[in-house]
Structures are given as C-alpha cells and as structure tokens.
C-alpha cells in the first residue's frame, strides 16, 4: 500500500514566525499532492496542491516545495497566525488509483501569541 | 451551494447495531470517498465512487457497505456494529481528476460503538 509519513507530529512557533511542515511519501509514482488544514471538529480544507511537474507553488502566505529526488513535500506558512493551528495533512495520488487520495498522520500546527 | 453534508453529527452504538451514514454534495462532482480517522491518526479510505452505480474498497473496507444511487448521495452503511469501528467518519467529493480535483470535505460523523 501507499505510505504517506510525516516528520515531527508536533510543531509550535511563534506568531510571526514561519512555519515549515515536512512530508515523506514512498511512492515514486505519486504526481499530485495536497496539503490541508485540519481544525478541531471540522473536516480537512484544501490549503494548496502541487502536480509532479512542479518544483514550488505559491499561495497566499504558503508555499508548498517538491522534491521528487527524496520523495519530499513541505508547507511553509509565513508570517504565522493564531488561526493556523491547527492539523497539517499532506495527501498524495496517483493517477492510475482512480483518484484515490492516501494521507499522512498529520502535524499539529500551535502558534503562540 | 451547501458542499458536502454529513448527517448525524455524533451517534453512538451498541455492539451488533446497523446504521446509515448519510452524505450528500451539490457540486456535481462524479467522484465521492469515504475516509475514517482515528485519534491522532491521519485518514483511511473506506470506499469510493466515480459516478452512479460504480464503487470500489478502499483501504479499509471491511465491515461496510456503500451504495452509489445518484450522482449527489454517498451512504456509508454499518451493519454490525464493533468498538473497532469507533472513529470519525468523513464524506468528501472530487470532480476528476484532469479538472483539478482536491477533495472537499464534510464536516464529519463522530460515531462511538460501545
């Protein structure tokens, strides 16, 4: 099966701080990753995604960096806000899986004010 | 549009019970999941559907069933309730892929089988 791992399952940092999160997948097949945010009693939200033809893609205060040699991932949150803590998950797919997605454990995000 | 809705919210149990985990989305997408999360653990998928009348196992599908009647209904059946199936059960849908296809997801039915 997919395996999907995450470093660090904890991270805090201070409010103004960016916030780097790290992801590992195993499959080199894998061409289509999703990161999303997880907050207490909620389902996950799309935060950004990156197809394997790409290096880095820019949202607004994210950017999500690949790194295929290492089958790496990482979001880095810029200037980080209370309101992101929260759980960080990262979801790879392949195209042959029929759109199947398979998630990593999670990273709980906490900022400190 | 509403997204993804999920009924009930919190539901308990007891061992050997059945019930219907209800899902619906307004959007249109073809494809549809069910994942379950366990405390501190990331997602499995239980089921999927890419359209009416079709659906696959996923990683983790014993113990129940999923029908596929209509593009916009996802219902996730148990039929026998187990303390193992104590999670936190979400729908999500997608279109296909080739049209940029994230998940969205519902906000989630918290189930306790005791």
């Known amino acids: 099966g997919e395996s999907v791992g995450l470093h660090l399952p904890t991270l805090s940092v201070q409010e103004g701080d960016n916030s780097i999160i790290n992801c590992a997948y195993s499959?080199?097949?894998?061409?289509?990753f999703i990161w999303y945010k997880q907050e207490s009693g909620k389902g996950p939200q799309f935060i950004i995604d990156?197809?394997?033809?790409?290096d880095k893609r820019q949202g607004q205060r994210v950017t999500v960096l690949l790194n295929k040699t290492v089958k790496h991932l990482s979001l880095q949150i810029a200037a980080t806000q209370p309101g992101d803590s929260a759980v960080y998950f990262c979801?790879?797919?392949?195209?042959?899986?029929?759109?199947?997605?398979?998630f990593g454990t999670g990273t709980s995000l906490t900022v400190i004010p | 549009n509403a997204g993804v809705t999920q009924t009930p919210k919190f539901r308990i149990l007891k061992i050997g019970q059945s019930m219907t985990l209800q899902c619906a989305q307004d959007m249109n997408h073809n494809y549809m999941y069910w994942y379950r999360q366990d405390p501190g653990m990331g997602l499995k998928l239980i089921y999927y559907s890419v359209g009416a009348g079709i659906t696959d196992k996923g990683e983790v599908p014993n113990g129940y069933n999923v029908s596929r009647s209509t593009t916009e209904d996802f219902p996730l059946r148990l039929e026998l309730a187990a303390p193992s199936q104590t999670s936190v059960y979400f729908c999500?849908?997608?279109?296909?892929?080739?049209?940029?296809?994230?998940?969205?997801f519902g906000n989630g039915t918290r189930l306790t089988v005791t």
């Open positions: 990156i197809r394997s033809n790409m």
């Open positions: 499959n080199s097949a894998s061409d289509y």
């Open positions: 999500a849908s997608s279109p296909p892929r080739d049209r940029g296809s994230p998940l969205h």
């Open positions: 979801a790879e797919n392949t195209q042959n899986t029929g759109n199947q997605f398979y």
